[in-house]
T-cell receptor, first 114, second 113 residues
Framework: AQSVSQHNHHVILSEAASLELGCNYS??????LFWYVQYPGQHLQLLLK??????LVKGIKGFEAEFIKSKFSFNLRKPSVQWSDTAEYFC????????????FGKGTKLSVKP | NAGVTQTPKFQVLKTGQSMTLQCAQD?????MYWYRQDPGMGLRLIYY???????DKGEVPNGYNVSRLNKREFSLRLESAAPSQTSVYFC????????????FGPGTRLLVL
């Protein structure tokens, strides 16, 4: 069965620190990958997505992710975090083809200290 | 556009009671989804509807039923609520095109006592 693994359950950083959140997927076919963010008390919002082409994907709010097929990875990065980035981050993979069914990782909670 | 809306925002049930969670989208999307979110578990797909008139089971369908009432609305029903169904429920929709992502509603927080 397909699975998505996020390595870190809780990450604590100071403002201006660099961020990298790990994500590994298992499905070896055509890969569609996503990072979503959930701010406290809010619903999920799309940060970025990868469907094809340039493996370095840029998203909103200065986030980017790199798709490395050989490592089955899609890590999320940000050079300098802000207190407002405090949220939970979910990696997801489309395993349902055109149906668009997503399988989510368990999430990484990011706490940024001011 | 309101996007994806869900009602109610919060509900408390007693074990054995039934209820229906409502979801509507105004983006003319073909596909709709119901997820549950539990601490440390991420989001898990309960049911989905690829298009109007069709529904299919997801990863955790037991204890739930769904109805795709029309293109806009997709409801989730708990016939006999159990404490294990205490969760936050999210509805999502998507155009159905390959490259499109899902758009999520604000969620319904359900507590089953």
């Amino acid at each position: 069965a397909q699975s998505v693994s996020q390595h870190n359950h809780h990450v604590i950083l100071s403002e201006a620190a660099s961020l990298e959140l790990g994500c590994n997927y298992s499905y070896g076919g055509t890969v569609n990958l996503f990072w979503y963010v959930q701010y406290p008390g809010q619903h999920l919002q799309l940060l970025l997505k990868y469907f094809s082409g340039d493996p370095l994907v840029k998203g909103i709010k200065g986030f980017e992710a790199e798709f490395i097929k050989s490592k089955f990875s899609f890590n999320l990065r940000k050079p300098s975090v802000q207190w407002s980035d405090t949220a939970e981050y979910f990696c997801a993979e489309n395993y349902g083809g055109s149906q668009g069914n997503l399988i989510f990782g368990k999430g990484t909670k990011l706490s940024v200290k001011p | 556009n309101a996007g994806v809306t869900q009602t109610p925002k919060f509900q408390v049930l007693k074990t054995g009671q039934s209820m229906t969670l409502q979801c509507a989208q105004d983006m003319n999307h073909n596909s709709m989804y119901w997820y549950r979110q539990d601490p440390g578990m991420g989001l898990r797909l309960i049911y989905y509807s690829a298009s109007e008139g069709t529904t299919d089971k997801g990863e955790v369908p037991n204890g739930y039923n769904v109805s795709r009432l029309n293109k806009r609305e997709f409801s989730l029903r708990l016939e006999s609520a159990a404490p294990s169904q205490t969760s936050v429920y999210f509805c999502a929709s998507r155009t159905g095109r390959w490259e499109e992502t899902q758009y999520f509603g604000p969620g319904t927080r359900l507590l089953v006592l």
